[in-house]
C-alpha cells in the first residue's frame, strides 16, 4: 500500500483559517446565547458549503482515505440544503456544527 501526500494549496489553506475563525464566532455567539442573525447563518452556511466541497476534491485524489468519507460530507451537505430550504425539519446551525466537525477531523486527514 502505498500513501500519497499532497501539499495543501495555500487557497486550501486560507479556506481553512476562514473556517475556523468563522467557525469559533459562531460557537461562541452560541455559547453567550446572544442569538445569530439569519444573515450570519446564511453566510457561514456558504461558506461551510465551499469549504467542504473543496476538501471532497482533495479527499478524491488520496485512494488511501475511507469512501464513507466522500459520502457522510454529501449527505450533510444534502442536509444543510434542506435544512435551509425548510424541507426538512432541522435547524441548519445544529446540521453545520455536525459537519464543521466532521470537516475538522478531515482536515487531520488531508492537510
Known amino acids: 500500500m502505498s500513501i500519497t501526500l499532497l501539499r495543501p494549496s495555500p487557497s486550501l489553506l486560507v ?3 476562514a473556517f475556523h475563525t468563522l467557525a469559533r464566532g459562531v460557537v ?3 455559547a453567550q446565547d446572544l442569538g445569530i442573525a439569519d ?3 446564511d453566510a457561514y452556511a456558504g ?3 465551499v469549504y467542504a466541497h473543496a476538501l471532497l476534491d482533495r479527499v478524491a485524489a488520496m485512494p488511501e482515505t475511507s469512501e464513507a468519507w466522500p459520502e457522510i460530507l454529501e ?3 444534502r442536509r444543510l440544503r ?3 430550504t425548510e424541507s ?3 435547524e441548519p446551525i445544529d ?3 455536525q459537519l464543521a466537525a466532521r470537516i475538522q477531523h478531515l482536515e487531520e486527514i488531508v492537510l
Open 39 to 41: 444573515d450570519l447563518i
Open 88 to 90: 426538512v425539519l432541522l
Open 75 to 77: 449527505h450533510l451537505l
Open 15 to 17: 479556506l481553512s483559517a
Open 95 to 97: 446540521v453545520m456544527e
Open 47 to 49: 461558506f461551510v458549503e
Open 82 to 84: 434542506q435544512a435551509r
Open 28 to 30: 461562541e455567539l452560541r
